[in-house]
């Protein structure tokens, strides 16, 4: 996927578009040699790499520079950038600030969750030329209010209340939306319903592609993962098992040998 027009033609085509994070150049090096389609940099990051319990420490600061280690990976993806915590809550010029800084640390595009009250922010920053993908379902930078990560859509009135942000995000003229956590019959006619490509994550089969947490799919992160993980290693233990082998080594004096040491 070279462009944000690759996800229409994608769709168009019912080809399937896979997603994953990366927070970091050496990480987004492996991505970018993979067949993976783009990549986010999502506000996981905050509970991910600096071990926060939620998305609401991220900053705009904390997300341009996690996005410029990936852009200078060169992974030759399309990034996406996610809008940490209110940076687009506080008005239209606020949020140009924290699109300008993502947008110049190297993103290609921006994420931000939910549309209610900030619609004419959505607006204003595809008119000025960013593209923008939405967000739905489960909006982990709004957990305090649903009460914890939890499905959303089981009952009728989430399940409508979906369908309409979903429409009204495809008129605001996003490109893509991630459904988050939503029940599959929802997402299938939320997916079915709009032209732009949904992106699911614990939202079933039929969305038109699929975005998983990184360290998550590669099995590093070894806490209970939610049921919408597959993942792929057992990263941790295959990291653990080199890390005990270069301490037996170092400990038995087999590290450094001959072929590492400097005459
Ligand atoms: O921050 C993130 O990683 C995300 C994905 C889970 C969609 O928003």
């Not at 549309?115 to 305090?144: A, K, N, Y």
């Not at 029940?183 to 079933?204: F, K």
């Not at 590093?220 to 919408?228: G, L, N, S, T, V």
Request: proline share 3%.
């Amino acid at each position: 996927m070279d462009t944000v027009r690759d996800f229409a033609a994608f769709k168009a085509q019912g080809r399937k578009i896979s997603i994953v994070t990366a927070y970091d150049a050496w990480s987004a090096r492996i991505v970018g040699r993979s067949n993976v389609d783009a990549i986010l940099i999502g506000d996981s990051l905050a509970m991910v790499m600096h071990g926060h319990s939620s998305t609401l420490s991220a900053t705009v600061g904390l997300m341009a520079v996690h996005t410029e280690a990936v852009a200078r990976a060169g992974a030759g993806k399309f990034l996406i950038a996610d809008m940490p915590f209110l940076s687009y809550r506080s008005g239209v010029s606020s949020a140009m600030e924290a699109v300008g800084l993502l947008m110049r640390a190297g993103a290609h595009a921006v994420k931000l969750e939910g549309v209610d009250g900030h619609d004419e922010v959505i607006r204003h920053i595809v008119g000025s030329g960013v593209p923008v993908m939405g967000h739905i379902g489960l909006t982990p930078q709004s957990v305090h209010q649903l009460g914890g990560y939890r499905v959303q859509g089981r009952s009728d009135s989430q399940a409508e209340s979906l369908r309409r942000q979903a429409r009204a995000l495809e008129d605001l003229g996003c490109f893509s939306i991630v459904l988050e956590c939503v029940s599959e019959h929802v997402a299938a006619d939320i997916t079915a319903a709009l032209t732009i490509p949904t992106i699911g994550i614990g939202a079933g089969s039929s969305t038109d592609g699929q975005v998983l947490v990184l360290q998550d799919l590669w099995g590093i992160d070894q806490k209970h993962a939610p049921r919408f993980v597959r993942r792929y290693l057992d990263g941790d233990c295959l990291l653990r098992q080199a890390l005990d082998r270069y301490d037996a080594d170092v400990k038995g004096r087999q590290f450094p040998g001959p072929e590492e040491t400097y005459s």
